[in-house]
């Protein structure tokens, strides 16, 4: 083709348009279309942050400490293993942070109530006779029940463990009451 004013004209327009389309990638003030991963949504891991935070916000100045809803959907039966948030300002040698703890209530638990439980560690007992080795741990480590130090928690404490919720042998959960019973004098 031969070269002609009107088609160095047009080559001069495309060149333009090249360079201007060029900058407007180069640009980063520029929106980029970005696609996004779906967001998995952790709805126990929400709730839980939610009223972490309304306690943390607390400064002592209430009457009454709050309410919180439970991130359970029913009630834990007795023998079941649960993370719980245990109070944070403890006072050694309280207990405290968030520690597995084993189900003793018996009778009725429901979502909105208190449990009886028996709080578990991971450190080896040595030579302590409270301390009482357990089948079942929520975490790869091996749980020791701590027999003399019963609580009464609120149900709202708990978190689900990961996968379903582990339960003692009857055996077992017998071996627990029997071990607490030891810690608590006898009636004159």
């Not at 333009?16 to 779906?38: C, D, F, G, M, Y």
């Not at 929400?46 to 943390?56: F, P, V």
Request: net charge neutral.
């Amino acid at each position: 083709m031969p070269d002609t004013p009107q088609s160095a004209a047009v080559e001069a327009e495309n060149v333009t348009e090249r360079s201007e389309a060029e900058k407007a990638l180069a640009n980063p003030k520029r929106p980029v279309l970005t696609l996004k991963k779906p967001r998995v949504v952790d709805f126990a891991a929400e709730k839980e942050a939610k009223w972490q935070a309304e306690i943390d916000a607390c400064d002592g100045s209430a009457d009454y400490p709050p309410r919180i809803p439970p991130l359970l959907r029913r009630a834990p039966k007795i023998g079941e293993l649960y993370w719980c948030n245990l109070p944070k300002d403890a006072m050694l040698p309280e207990l405290w942070k968030k520690r597995s703890v084993l189900v003793i209530s018996g009778g009725t638990i429901n979502l909105y109530g208190t449990a009886v439980v028996i709080p578990t560690t991971s450190e080896d007992p040595g030579d302590d006779p409270h301390l009482l080795k357990l089948s079942l741990s929520l975490d790869s480590r091996t749980s020791y029940a701590i027999c003399d130090k019963p609580m009464t928690v609120a149900v709202s404490r708990f978190c689900l463990p990961t996968g379903a919720v582990p339960r003692l042998r009857d055996e077992e959960i017998n071996e627990v009451i029997k071990a607490l019973h030891k810690t608590i004098p006898m009636p004159r």
